[in-house]
């Protein structure tokens, strides 16, 4: 199943972390206060759930007195008022096929359905909705526009058999992404294929009116009503005014600090304007164009990263910041006053940590405040004192050596670095260096070159590619300001199947390039001008032979030249296989290859030279195939995934090219709210930035043309990592944070008081770190690489400090980049080792009786086409594959020989990501690339050959990254059921319990719960009755069934969903006494509200204090 597909099932559940757009208005029913107070209500639209916020006015503040949320459990794209017809006001909701008018009922306490409107197909994914006087007015990026008539008399007395809406008109623009506008007399305003056509809702939705939009530079990013006309504002930072068909520019915008990327109306005559570096201006009559700067009455720090303004009420806005605090800024004649509303409508940077003490943690942080919870009611939210480094983290691990001593390595980009704590008696902890020493130390990286800095190394399936940015990128060019990179980034490229090649450029030095051939000693070539872009060629052979793929071309662009080689066995820069090409009167942006002989490059005028590769006596040469022209613009272009077709950006405007066997070239739009900074391409998915600080996961839906966008995590705030550690009282069984910050780390003690603020940095090794993972309780691995590019296995021994740590290490000449422990549930018999693994290969490395020396003992060869996961059990190997799901091996220690046992089958593709083993019951959990998390009992013993056959399978939306199972014995009932009670006691032991817990790409984490039914059991059937009742509850505010939905593809019947059994907590009053009455009903025993919510949390919470498993693969 896709991620389109999936994109309303399990993930929303979770809450959004945006404000999509907001509505003031009467929504419920006022707070009651002492005295008389002015009380606004605003409700916002989350995307996955409705925020109602009433706020008293006070002198000198804005007072969040009452805050109402409901979950809608899909996908809100957009809100608008609906007809003013009930006791408060009500509302549309566009969802992606259907929109519904939503109202808040006094009764029921809920924001309940008044009437669903199916869209018409042309209308699917709806972007922008306009009601007034019974007309809906429904626009969609892909080009869609449409008009329904609402009776709202049939709304408010139904006639069965008759709707109370009716499609009066639908159309679909020829345009790409059209810009549509309300303006101010009740038109419909929209920017489409190069003209400004206005259509006429009250005639029809017909054209009145169409202006041609002959000026320079057509590219439209953001259109605004103002005083009977329009202004829209270029991508060059140019702002044209639109009256009556006659063009005027407006310079005074011009003068805006930043780029303007956000506004709202404040009255009639007036207009708020936010930039991207915070700043706010207003537009008045007769264009006067100012900054209104904040005033500071009462002393407070104003935040300054605004994101959003939002229309709060006459002459107020409200400002909403990356971390999601928000701001009342009311406008003074001198300035706008900052109130502070002291409450969040976002959270950001969800991590989930890796536990030491079996407990999940989930820990978002955002600017400064770090929110710790378990899955359960216990939430504890602290403040972070101000960094005191400069050098960023990136990565941390903790180990606890004994009571009294917890070591912690933390890595920057260029080093590693370990600290020892050590508590007194006084429980104040004292941190010491420890440093670790090696022998023939290499320079770091071994490129010749600086630190790749900033920016992250996406490996994936068929290309690896890394983008670093010593410091913030320029993205506009010095002349015509459009967009470019002016600062270089650097660049490394690697063959990227045989990994025979790579390839750097540095930032300092953009006209050298280093080329390593078989990993040996880099060689480099100088090209004399600027190099803009390299590339691989794709392959001449799909077949399944990993080693007979090789790269066919290879593509240097520079600024005024671009080389073409026909890479040989012998030397990739062999100059008498290269074709030297002059570019002349163009400046390219970038170049990149479409399929295997065809490549396009673009340039910085809007320009795109589609070229066909060719071999010619031998050598290559080109053919132009076309020229393209779209604007005035730069253009940039992506490899999306290999085997898939290239994105082509320009200015607001995405599109895909493509070439079909026969060799016609095709050039189809594609819809996005976001034009990326950088895009990283993956197998089916791609890494996306839409700036400097946020990184999402895109997906390209090729058959509608249609981009959807998951964020990932945003790096501009200070803290960097977050971990749980043990704390050093075993007998509380509790325990201590860790917060890595730009600055430094720090220690909390049940979250609260920091006790390591400051910590010495050490230099532990100059060899690339890898990748580095705990072994047990006192020895930590991990895998560099050194100048040769030999990868060398280094195992440290953390309880054994004379002249730093003992350690030993291992060369081994192939590439690695997985790495696990040999577990077993007998410990007393299995011998120690590390499994590593990359590519197609699995290695194992053991130690000796002492361990004082470890070597590869076993080799395992061409797995699959690329390992993704592994993980070993006893005598059990789990492999993941890119393509082929999983496959098990047994290992014998007197052969020392892997053999193969089972696989998923031939029909299974799944990209496994993640592995999760449970030693006590041989239960493996496995989530792929799609979101599928899926559910083995029984597969560790397999015969031979068998296939392995999952119990259940559900699909959870976003791609999964960390797995996790812990197994507990359900609570077994009274014999008497009338003695059954629901203290707060340890539930008994009685039947097996698996709680299969995930993590998401992008931070969500959530639990299944699978057991072994017992109708005798009341417990559970209670459980299972909650999960139903709540999801009728879903289904009847949503028109989506999550139970349906959850199983469309794989039925799972003896499945609990703990993450909608949690949310009994959160429903009305009401609906809780009226559960718990039924119970009282069937059980012939009282039950209350209060004891149902008593056993949901006994079950999160208790399995997660006292799991019996042994399991240490946690979430990661």
Same mark, same amino acid.
Request: glycine letters at 4%.
């Given at each position: 199943m896709s991620l389109?597909?999936?994109?309303?099932?399990?993930?929303?559940?979770?809450?959004?972390?945006?404000?999509?757009?907001?509505?003031?208005?009467?929504?419920?029913?006022?707070?009651?206060?002492?005295?008389?107070?002015?009380?606004?209500?605003?409700?916002?639209?989350?995307?996955?759930?409705?925020?109602?916020?009433?706020?008293?006015?006070?002198? #000198?503040?804005?007072?969040?007195? %009452?805050?109402?949320?409901?979950?809608?459990?899909?996908?809100?794209?957009?809100?608008?008022?609906?007809?003013?017809?009930?006791?408060?006001? !009500?509302?549309?909701?566009?969802? !992606?096929?259907?929109?519904?008018?939503?109202? #808040?009922?006094?009764?029921?306490?809920?924001?309940?359905?008044?009437?669903?409107?199916?869209?018409?197909?042309?209308?699917?994914?709806?972007?922008?909705? #306009?009601?007034?006087?019974?007309?809906?007015?429904?626009?969609?990026?892909?080009?869609?526009?449409?008009?329904?008539?609402?009776?709202?008399?049939?709304?408010?007395?139904?006639?069965?058999?008759?709707?109370?809406?009716?499609?009066?008109?639908?159309?679909?623009?020829?345009?790409?992404?059209?810009?549509?506008?309300?303006?101010?007399?009740?038109?419909?305003?929209?920017?489409?294929?190069?003209?400004?056509?206005?259509?006429?809702?009250?005639?029809?939705? =017909?054209?009145?009116?169409?202006? $041609?939009?002959?000026?320079?530079?057509?590219?439209?990013?953001?259109?605004?009503?103002?005083?009977?006309?329009?202004?829209?504002?270029?991508?060059?930072?140019?702002?044209?005014?639109?009256? +009556? $068909?006659?063009?005027?520019?407006?310079?005074?915008?011009?003068? /805006?600090?930043?780029?303007?990327?956000?506004?709202?109306?404040?009255?009639?005559?007036?207009?708020?304007?936010?930039?991207?570096?915070?700043?706010?201006?207003?537009?008045?009559?007769?264009?006067?164009?100012?900054?209104?700067?904040?005033?500071n009455n009462q002393k407070m720090t104003p935040i300054i990263n605004f994101t959003k303004i939002i229309n709060y009420k006459m002459n107020v806005i409200l400002a909403v910041n990356d971390s999601g605090e928000s701001y009342i800024c009311a406008l003074k004649n001198e300035g706008f006053q900052l109130f502070p509303t002291r409450f969040y409508i976002?959270?950001? +940077?969800?991590?989930?940590?890796?536990?030491?003490?079996? =407990?999940?943690?989930?820990?978002?942080?955002?600017?400064?405040?770090?929110?710790?919870?378990?899955?359960?009611?216990? @939430?504890?939210?602290?403040?972070?004192? %101000?960094?005191?480094?400069?050098?960023?983290?990136?990565?941390?691990?903790?180990?606890?050596?004994?009571?009294?001593?917890?070591?912690? @390595?933390?890595?920057t980009s260029n080093q590693t670095h370990i600290m020892r704590i050590q508590y007194a008696s006084n429980a104040q902890p004292a941190t010491k260096e420890i440093s670790l020493h090696y022998q023939n130390g290499a320079p770091y990286m071994g490129l010749n070159g600086p630190c790749l800095g900033f920016g992250s190394l996406f490996i994936d399936d068929k290309l690896q590619f890394?983008?670093?940015?010593?410091?913030?990128?320029?993205?506009?060019?010095?002349?015509?300001?459009?967009?470019?990179?002016?600062?270089?980034?650097?660049?490394?490229?690697?063959?990227?199947?045989?990994?025979?090649?790579?390839?750097?450029?540095a930032p300092e030095q953009s006209s050298l390039l280093y080329y390593w051939k078989d990993f040996s000693n880099p060689s480099k070539l100088d090209y004399q001008t600027k190099i803009v872009s390299v590339s691989f060629?794709?392959?001449?052979?799909?077949?399944?032979?990993?080693?007979?793929?090789?790269?066919?071309?290879?593509?240097?662009?520079?600024?005024?030249?671009?080389?073409?080689?026909?890479?040989?066995?012998?030397?990739?820069?062999?100059?008498?296989?290269?074709?030297?090409?002059?570019?002349?009167?163009?400046?390219?942006?970038?170049?990149?290859?479409?399929?295997?002989?065809?490549?396009?490059?673009?340039?910085?005028?809007?320009?795109?030279?589609?070229?066909?590769?060719?071999?010619?006596?031998?050598?290559?040469?080109?053919?132009? @195939?076309? $020229?393209?022209?779209?604007?005035?613009?730069?253009?940039?272009?992506?490899?999306?995934?290999? /085997? #898939?077709?290239?994105?082509?950006?320009?200015?607001?405007?995405?599109?895909?090219?493509?070439?079909?066997?026969?060799?016609?070239?095709?050039?189809?739009?594609? !819809?996005?709210?976001?034009?990326p900074h950088f895009l990283t391409p993956l197998t089916r998915y791609a890494i996306f930035s839409p700036d400097s600080n946020e990184v999402d996961l895109m997906m390209v839906d090729f058959n509608d043309c249609v981009i959807t966008v998951s964020p990932v995590r945003d790096d501009s705030t200070t803290i960097i990592n977050t971990e749980p550690i043990p704390s050093m009282n075993d007998e509380t069984n509790s325990m201590d944070l860790a917060v890595t910050t730009q600055s430094g780390i720090y220690i909390y003690t049940n979250y609260d008081i920091p006790h390591a603020d400051a910590i010495n940095r050490l230099t532990v090794s100059k060899d690339e770190t890898i990748l580095s993972s705990k072994l047990d309780k006192h020895m930590i691995a991990w895998l560099s690489m050194n100048i040769s590019k030999e990868i060398i296995v280094h195992v440290a021994n953390l309880s054994q400090q004379k002249e730093g740590f003992e350690y030993v290490k291992c060369k081994y000449n192939r590439n690695l980049s997985l790495i696990t422990l040999r577990e077993s549930k007998t410990v007393d018999t299995y011998i120690p080792g590390i499994v590593c693994a990359g590519g197609t290969i699995v290695v194992l490395f053991q130690f000796n009786t002492n361990k004082t020396a470890l070597a590869p003992v076993s080799r395992l060869e061409n797995v699959g086409t690329k390992i993704t996961a592994i993980a070993f059990h006893t005598d059990k190997l789990i492999v993941g594959d890119q393509n082929m799901g999983i496959k098990l091996f047994k290992y014998d220690d007197t052969s020392r020989c892997f053999t193969p046992i089972s696989s998923m089958g031939q029909n299974m593709r799944q990209c496994i990501t993640?592995? !999760?083993?449970?030693?006590?019951?041989?239960?493996?959990?496995?989530?792929?690339?799609?979101?599928?998390?899926?559910?083995?009992?029984?597969?560790?013993?397999?015969?031979?050959?068998?296939?392995?056959?999952?119990?259940?399978?559900?699909?959870?939306?976003?791609?999964? @990254?960390? /797995?996790?199972?812990?197994?507990?014995?359900?609570?077994?009932?009274?014999?008497?059921?009338?003695?059954?009670q629901m203290q707060n006691q340890a539930p008994k032991q009685s039947h097996p319990t698996a709680y299969m817990w995930y993590s998401t790409i992008t931070g969500e984490v959530g639990v299944f719960m699978s057991h072994i039914f017992n109708p005798n059991n009341p417990y559970l059937n209670i459980l299972l009755g909650v999960e139903l009742k709540v999801s009728e509850m879903l289904t009847k505010l949503t028109g989506i069934n999550p139970l349906e939905k959850r199983n469309k593809q794989y039925p799972s019947s003896a499945v609990i969903d703990l993450d909608i059994v949690e949310m009994f907590a959160d429903m009305p009053l009401q609906f809780q006494e009226d559960f718990a009455r039924n119970l009282t009903e069937k059980y012939k025993m009282k039950f209350d509200r209060s004891s149902i919510i008593d056993l949901i949390t006994r079950y999160l919470v208790y399995c997660l204090h006292y799991p019996n498993d042994g399991q240490h693969n946690g979430l990661r």
């Open positions: 389109l597909q999936a994109k309303s099932i399990h993930k929303t559940v979770k809450n959004s972390q945006y404000v999509e757009c907001a509505l003031a208005g009467n929504w419920m029913p006022p707070v009651h206060t002492s005295v008389e107070v002015s009380i606004e209500e605003i409700l916002f639209n989350m995307r996955s759930y409705f925020l109602i916020q009433q706020c008293v006015h006070m002198k #000198y503040s804005v007072d969040p007195t %009452h805050c109402f949320s409901q979950q809608m459990f899909t996908k809100i794209h957009t809100i608008c008022k609906g007809p003013n017809i009930f006791e408060f006001d !009500s509302f549309f909701a566009a969802l !992606s096929n259907q929109i519904i008018l939503y109202t #808040y009922s006094n009764e029921e306490k809920l924001i309940v359905k008044k009437l669903s409107i199916h869209l018409d197909p042309l209308l699917i994914e709806p972007s922008k909705i #306009y009601y007034e006087n019974s007309l809906l007015i429904v626009s969609c990026d892909h080009g869609g526009l449409g008009l329904y008539f609402i009776d709202e008399q049939l709304i408010r007395s139904p006639i069965e058999g008759k709707l109370p809406y009716k499609l009066q008109n639908v159309q679909k623009s020829r345009g790409l992404a059209p810009i549509t506008i309300r303006q101010t007399d009740g038109r419909i305003g929209r920017f489409e294929a190069g003209f400004y056509n206005v259509y006429d809702p009250y005639q029809g939705l =017909i054209t009145v009116n169409q202006t $041609n939009l002959n000026i320079e530079g057509t590219k439209i990013a953001m259109a605004v009503p103002y005083d009977g006309g329009i202004i829209f504002f270029l991508q060059v930072k140019m702002h044209w005014y639109l009256k +009556n $068909n006659e063009f005027s520019p407006i310079s005074s915008l011009d003068q /805006a600090d930043g780029i303007i990327c956000d506004w709202c109306q404040l009255n009639n005559y007036t207009i708020a304007f936010l930039t991207d570096k915070s700043k706010l201006y207003i537009l008045e009559p007769n264009n006067q164009f100012r900054e209104m700067p904040f005033v976002g959270r950001k +940077n969800l991590v989930i940590s890796r536990t030491k003490n079996k =407990i999940l943690q989930m820990i978002s942080n955002h600017n400064k405040c770090v929110t710790i919870s378990r899955p359960g009611p216990r @939430v504890y939210s602290r403040g972070i004192p %101000h960094p005191t480094f400069t050098s960023p983290i990136t990565k941390m691990y903790s180990q606890s050596i004994n009571k009294t001593d917890t070591m912690i @390595v933390f890595s890394l983008l670093a940015m010593p410091d913030k990128v320029v993205r506009f060019n010095e002349n015509s300001e459009c967009y470019e990179n002016k600062v270089m980034c650097s660049m490394l490229v690697t063959d990227p199947y045989y990994r025979k090649y790579m390839i750097n450029v060629s794709s392959h001449f052979n799909r077949g399944s032979q990993f080693g007979d793929l090789s790269p066919r071309f290879f593509l240097v662009v520079c600024e005024q030249k671009l080389y073409l080689y026909r890479t040989m066995i012998d030397d990739v820069f062999d100059s008498t296989c290269c074709k030297e090409s002059e570019i002349k009167n163009l400046k390219p942006t970038c170049g990149i290859w479409i399929d295997e002989q065809t490549f396009a490059i673009g340039y910085e005028h809007g320009v795109v030279q589609i070229y066909r590769a060719l071999i010619l006596d031998g050598k290559p040469a080109t053919s132009l @195939v076309t $020229n393209i022209s779209v604007g005035d613009s730069s253009v940039l272009l992506y490899q999306y995934a290999d /085997a #898939y077709p290239t994105i082509l950006s320009f200015s607001s405007k995405m599109c895909l090219i493509s070439v079909k066997n026969n060799g016609i070239l095709m050039i189809r739009p594609i !819809s996005a709210t976001k034009i993640a592995i !999760s083993v449970c030693p006590s019951e041989d239960i493996i959990t496995v989530g792929d690339r799609s979101g599928n998390f899926m559910f083995f009992s029984d597969a560790l013993n397999k015969r031979p050959f068998d296939n392995i056959a999952f119990e259940s399978c559900f699909n959870v939306g976003d791609p999964i @990254v960390g /797995a996790y199972t812990t197994l507990y014995q359900t609570m077994s009932h009274s014999q008497n059921q009338n003695q059954m």
